[in-house]
């Protein structure tokens, strides 16, 4: 499975005075380790709808099977899970249906997913035509919001370029809305770099169609890039409809990040969909990092 930051390095070397050619991305936002010792009791005592992106186990997915995961994660507590294993139809290998029988046959609930292409009007044809096998395989899975996951940008990159990548947000998220599915977009950190006198974050928030384009903030990319998640989800709420939870390894382990006030300017928004999400691990233990992740979620305040 390509990860995501294989994929922004790939498609920054690929990309020489304009936008890549598509490629399919099974970018898996959305383990292996021994299981939590207070997995079971973290799961008997959760009451709040804590999300999960999948990528946080994505070793565990590629060692012992999707399954397995949904089993552990459904033990530690979590509730809402968002995917990152779409290709070709199907959801980590699976037809859309069976996947999700899995999942709310462990009383959780799938309600987003990371996938996507990168584009060229010359290969629009192609593009839309994977977009409506991959449009038919999430609604069949049931889920509110479909995410890409990060677009190719380098120093050649131009705001004409980024104009077509709105352009082509808002075709795909037509698409999707006949379909009763959201679409939109997940940041990084380099999207809070400028061209020309704008931040690419800003460009992209003010030149989407915001009838069919919604975005999902990645508060910790946010404040690396030099924003602020809480400021942003403040000024513009009706275009943030979902929320990546995250920290530089484990959720609250760093100290860098402040979620009271995320969490507070959430609520105030109405945002009820929001995802862990654990790229990188203290002892390089995938599951019990995403367990000490819920564990400081479940016992916080500001968590309802």
Known sequence: MQNRRDFIRKASMMLTGGLVAPQLLT????????????????AA??????GLQLYSLRDMVNEEGIQAVLEAVAKMGYKNLETAGYGNGKVYGLPPAEFKKMVTDLGMKCTSAHLGQSYTKEK???????????????????VKYIIQPSMPVNDATTQDDLK??????????????????????????????????????????????????????DVYWCQEGGGNPAAYLKD?????????????????ASGKMDFKPIFDQMYANNIKDWYVEVEQYTNNDPVASVQQSFDYLNKADYVK
């Open 45 to 50: 005592a959760a009451t709040k709808n804590i």
């Open 27 to 42: 970018l898996t936002s959305c383990g292996g380790g021994t299981k939590s010792a207070s997995g079971g009791d973290a």
């Open 124 to 142: 629009d044809a192609e593009v839309m035509s994977w977009w409506d096998q991959a449009i038919d395989a999430h609604q069949q899975l049931g």
């Open 236 to 252: 513009r709420p009706s275009q943030f409809k979902a929320v990546h939870i995250k920290d530089e390894k484990e959720i609250g």
């Open 164 to 217: 077509m990548y709105c352009d082509y947000f808002a075709a795909v998220g037509y698409k999707t809305a006949a379909a009763s599915i959201a679409f939109g977009y997940h940041n990084h950190s380099f999207e809070f770099r400028k061209i020309g006198d704008q931040l690419i974050f800003d460009f992209l928030l003010d030149n989407v169609s915001k009838n069919h384009v919604c975005f999902e903030l």
